[in-house]
């Protein structure tokens, strides 16, 4: 189910959720590109992150950069976080000086990381216990959709939730696609982004095949693009940041095997046989031995002999 933009007041349980605050923790280009389209939109954006590169740079967009954690809680009930990993959402929301421990009542927190589903349904449960409330809200769209405001966001959690962020989402995003429960929006992430290391892995494997049979691979690309052959990979990262070796996408190999090692995890604890999704997460796996973490993930391509 999709929700369409809307210029609703959202109020929850008597509190106006329209008072312009909000607050980010994780200020890396997905936080700071965030932060841009909701200071667009007229919100007061305040965050924090532990890098000072990041802090300066959110300074110069806008952003309220304050000390820690609870001076973001003073400032505001609604908190989107933006983090590496699931470890990092259960120290900022559980540890000392977190954000259980420094919450304003009926704090809303939205996860737009990609996370564990079930680190994010045993969070949400004892949030709910606390009288605060959590939303499971990954992202596409990259650093270049943040700063848009124009990233998908799958969305799981309860409804009412929903209802009370979709405000702040509709500054974020050009679609809203409620998954369900709690950790569900977590869970078609990763689905999505092993499809995605897929894509990349066949789409490059197809170009390699052009080129050896004597094919210009942005020609390739073209015709594949007006094809049944086509995907986001060959429509979008081909064109922008691969066939002009750029790599400069803004996402790492080391979140993308992040991804695709949980997506490979939740096969194997739902017992399932994949055999094509076990040979994707091998090929990341592997690429560990010649692709450093900090490269751009697109240059997974080149193990398949480009770039």
């Given at each position: 189910m999709s929700h369409n933009k809307t210029d609703r007041k959202h109020k929850t349980k008597g509190i106006d959720m329209t008072n312009g605050n909000i607050g980010i923790v994780g200020l890396g280009r997905m936080g700071n590109g965030m932060a841009q389209s909701l200071l667009r939109k007229g919100f007061k954006v305040f965050g924090t992150d532990i890098g000072e590169t990041q802090r300066q740079a959110a300074k110069e967009?806008?952003?309220?950069?304050?000390?820690?954690i609870k001076a973001i809680c003073t400032e505001s009930n609604v908190i989107i976080l933006s983090l590496?990993?699931?470890?990092?959402?259960?120290a900022v929301v559980k540890g000392k000086g977190g954000i259980i421990d420094c919450a304003q009542p009926n704090t809303l927190i939205i996860d737009t990381s990609t996370s564990e589903p079930e680190v994010t349904r045993v969070l949400s449960i004892e949030l709910d216990q606390l009288g605060h409330q959590l939303l499971?809200?990954?992202?596409?769209?990259?650093?270049?959709?943040?700063?848009?405001?124009?990233?998908?966001?799958?969305?799981?959690?309860?409804?009412?939730?929903?209802?009370?962020a979709q405000l702040y989402l509709d500054a974020l995003s050009s679609k809203v696609v409620y998954m369900g429960k709690s950790g569900n929006g977590h869970a078609a992430k990763l689905i999505n982004n092993l499809l995605c290391a897929a894509h990349l892995v066949t789409t490059a494997e197809a170009v390699a095949l052009g080129t050896k049979v004597g094919l210009d691979p942005a020609d390739l690309i073209a015709g594949l693009n007006a094809g049944s052959g086509r995907s986001a990979i060959s429509e979008v990262n081909f064109p922008r940041w691969i066939l002009n070796q750029s790599f400069d996408s803004g996402f790492t190999m080391q979140?993308?095997?992040?991804?695709?090692?949980?997506?490979?995890?939740?096969?194997?604890?739902?017992?399932?046989?994949?055999?094509?999704?076990?040979?994707?997460?091998?090929?990341?796996?592997q690429s560990e031995a010649n692709i450093p973490d900090q490269d751009d993930f697109n240059c997974i391509v080149k193990n398949a002999g480009l770039g």
């Open positions: 967009v806008g952003v309220n950069v304050v000390a820690d590496p990993m699931a470890k990092h959402v259960q499971d809200c990954p992202v596409s769209g990259g650093p270049a959709g943040a700063e848009a405001g124009t990233m998908v966001m799958l969305v799981g959690g309860e409804r009412s939730s929903l209802e009370r979140l993308m095997r992040k991804d695709v090692r949980l997506a490979k995890n939740m096969i194997g604890e739902m017992g399932l046989e994949l055999p094509l999704a076990q040979q994707v997460a091998e090929i990341w796996s």
